[in-house]
């Protein structure tokens, strides 16, 4: 008996945060099928196309990435074991008294005890026994019992769940990793928090520190902290095409732009004298859908994301822009799924002072968006590339609102 019809193979283009002015796209194989339901029977054997969801399961691994009193940190790897998927949607439940309250790599929301996590622009496709990672903070009441049971697209892991507990720390030392700084690799001895993992975080006087090496191909960070403001990375990355990494602090305001009065900020780093990267804030509005970058300084093969290039590399939308004390060049573009627009300082600097919120008001101004929500102010270092190892610091950092 004939197969009526055969799946084919295309491209389909997936975007990625690439800055450097290069290419802003990727490529991957995708299977897309001209039935939507069996193509054949043979011999009583049906052939069906690529599910939407994981047809035979998934496991979850649950990663406790550090405690404190009433609060948590959790990594998530789920495992595909059906066919292939192109988006993924992970469930789970919490008792009374845990609540998801920041995420990174998902969009997490919690509706009572029922908690849902979706991808995000470049983490949606997982092909079979492949992989997807994302992590987030929460808070407590009494206890904090790991989940025992996941669904993935609405099928249920029978993979199963691993779970396990990183190092709980004291109150006056809350950490994500270890508990004593290594010695010799650029960690100081007084650091009240060091971890290596790729999604580490840690809050502390109400900044929430975050290692986030997100990027392809990324090699290892471990990042390290006095406080919330003053801390910093040893990072050693491969000086390939893309961001690695975006080792940030900051904290979520979820205020209309309307009514704010004020946002200020202040800085100072240290940065290596070679590498690709740049020292940036990472400001989120419209539940992700709005990306404000304001560049301090940078350093090599980094640019970016722009609306039109030449042989120069970025071109400005609009050139020596006084906004908020300094003066800019300024680009928008796309970034898959958010609009994102870049300040990029036209004198760099390692240390001063921003008017954020006229900034913000200076994009309102130009009709480029309007009454926004803005949700988080991140401020660090976005690593493309290091000259080997390399360290980043924030000497320090503040940032008021009102």
């Known amino acids: 008996m004939a ?8 491209d389909v283009p997936v975007a990625i945060r690439l800055k450097d002015g290069t290419a802003m796209r990727r490529r991957t194989l995708a299977l897309s099928m001209g039935m939507a339901a069996a193509l054949a029977a043979i011999g009583g054997l049906v052939f069906t196309g690529p599910s939407a969801s994981a047809a035979t399961g998934c496991s979850v691994t649950y990663t406790l990435s550090g405690q404190w009193p009433g609060g948590f940190g959790a990594n998530l790897t789920i495992k595909n074991l059906g066919d292939p998927i192109s988006s993924w949607t992970l469930t789970w439940s919490y008792p009374a008294g845990q609540q998801v309250t920041q995420a990174w790599n998902a969009t997490v929301t919690q509706s009572g005890s029922a908690v849902t996590a979706k991808n995000v622009s470049y983490n949606g496709s997982v092909a079979t026994n492949a992989t997807a990672s994302f992590g987030f903070n929460g808070s407590f009441t009494s206890s904090n019992p790991a989940p025992t049971s996941f669904s993935l697209n609405g099928t249920a892991c029978t993979g199963g769940v ?19 700084p290594p010695p010799g ?11 290596t993992g790729s999604f580490d975080s840690w809050t502390n006087n109400g900044y929430t520190l975050n290692n986030d090496v997100w ?32 080792p940030h602090t900051g904290k979520t305001l979820n ?9 200020s900020s202040s800085f100072n780093v ?21 990306e404000v970058m304001i560049w301090e300084n940078q350093k090599g093969a980094v640019g970016p994301i722009a609306s039109s290039y030449d042989s120069n590399g970025a071109v400005p939308d609009a050139r020596n822009v006084s906004a908020g004390g300094s ?28 008017d954020v919120l006229a900034v913000l008001n200076w994009l309102r101004t130009q009709g480029w968006w309007g009454d926004v929500t803005v949700g988080d102010i991140q401020f660090g ?7 080997g190892q390399s360290s980043f610091v924030c000497n320090s950092f503040s940032i008021t609102s009102s």
């Open 3 to 10: 197969i009526a019809d055969l799946a084919a193979v295309g």
């Open 162 to 180: 691993s779970n396990s507990t990183g190092p709980t720390p004291s109150p006056s030392r809350t950490t994500g990793g270890p508990t004593t």
């Open 185 to 195: 690799n650029g960690i100081p001895s007084d650091a009240a928090w060091v971890a």
């Open 215 to 246: 990027g392809g191909g990324a090699g290892s960070q471990t990042i390290w902290a006095r406080t919330g403001t003053n801390w910093g990375v040893v990072s050693t990355q491969p000086r390939t095409s893309g961001v690695k990494s975006y």
């Open 255 to 263: 205020r209309a732009l309307s009514s704010l009065r004020s946002v």
């Open 270 to 290: 240290t940065v290596p004298s070679d590498g690709d990267y740049e020292t940036a804030y990472d400001i989120w509005a419209n539940n992700n859908a709005y």
């Open 327 to 354: 003066t800019w060049n300024v680009y928008r573009g796309s970034n898959g799924s958010n609009q994102v627009y870049s300040f990029l300082r036209t004198s760099a600097t390692n240390s001063g002072s921003n």
């Open 381 to 387: 270092f976005e690593i493309s590339g290091t000259a």
